[in-house]
Structure formats: structure tokens, C-alpha cells
């Protein structure tokens, strides 16, 4: 199954999240704060439990798609085995930067 590395748990990074789960990816998202990348895990259940309220997983099972979004521990994690990496930090340049060099390297 495919990895992707989310770097960034607000709702950019949640979307970004479910998008990938959604299309059968193994998703690692990575916050710099542990308890924002564990609330985005719940966040993204609750996402995804909306969709399929309201028809929008066509089919998918919405528990599998869900479990495919795991925290990851470190962004070295997150982004190791992953074939897309999805930055989603907020627009702050030497943030940026910073996260740009690091999973360039």
C-alpha cells in the first residue's frame, strides 16, 4: 500500500488527510505538537464519518478509510517510505523553509 506524509495537522492537513486514506493510501500526518497530531487522528474520523452521512464516500467503508490515518511520531517517520509528501504548515516563510530543507535532505 502507498504512503503519504502529511506535514501539518490543521484542516488543511486533515483534508489532505482524508483525500489520501480516500484513495487507498497508508497516511502518516506529523505535527510538531503531539497532542494536535493525536486530535487530528479524531478529527479525521469525525470528517470522514460526515462524508459518508452524506454520501459523499461513495461506497467506502468509512472505519476503513479512517484507519488508514495514523500520527506519526516524527516528521523523520512521517516522510520515510512515503511516495507523497503534503506540506501543510502554516504560511509562516522561515517555517516553511525549515520543513522544505529538512525533507529534502
Known sequence: MPKAAI???GIVGRAWAVIFARGGYQ???YDIKKEAREAA???VTAMVDMLSKKGLLFGQDPG???SLVKPADSLTAAI???VYLQECVPEILPLKTKVCAYTSE
Open 41 to 43: 487522528v479524531v478529527q
Open 64 to 66: 476503513k478509510v479512517s
Open 27 to 29: 497516511v502518516e500526518l
Open 7 to 9: 506535514v501539518g495537522s
Open 80 to 82: 520515510t517510505g512515503a
